[in-house]
């Protein structure tokens, strides 16, 4: 199983981004999918989760500008991030509890995708 992100990049302070990350290999289902993020010397902290019935959760820092969703069918999971500021600067994280078999499940990360917020 793999986790691949991607949509990261530079942006100018109140400009938005869309990440993504694809979940592959042997998949039976994935239960909470979430994004994290980590700047240099900081841990990583929670940024947006969504169950697998669609429940979402936001850090507070980020409620109102950032949007996560999911699309089951493509095991893919997004983050729509709106209003950026310098303080979303960080390399985030896709996370994913995925079953494998039918009460087998494992944490899988993905790379990270650095996402800069600078004019």
């Known amino acids: 199983v793999q986790l691949q992100a991607s949509g990261g990049g530079l942006v100018q302070p109140g400009g938005s981004l869309r990440l993504s990350c694809a979940a592959s290999g042997s998949i039976f289902s994935i239960g909470t999918m979430s994004w994290y993020r980590q700047v240099p010397a900081n841990s990583r902290e929670l940024v947006a989760s969504?169950?697998?019935?669609?429940?979402?959760n936001y850090a507070d820092s980020v409620k109102g500008r950032f949007t996560i969703s999911r699309d089951s069918a493509k095991n893919t999971v997004h983050l729509q991030m709106n209003s950026l500021k310098a303080e979303d600067t960080a390399v985030y994280y896709c996370?994913?509890?995925?079953?494998?078999?039918?009460?087998?499940?494992?944490?899988?990360w993905g790379r990270g995708t650095e996402v800069t917020v600078s004019s």
């Open positions: 996370y994913a509890d995925i079953y494998q078999t039918w009460g087998d499940h494992s944490i899988y």
């Open positions: 969504i169950t697998s019935g669609a429940s979402t």
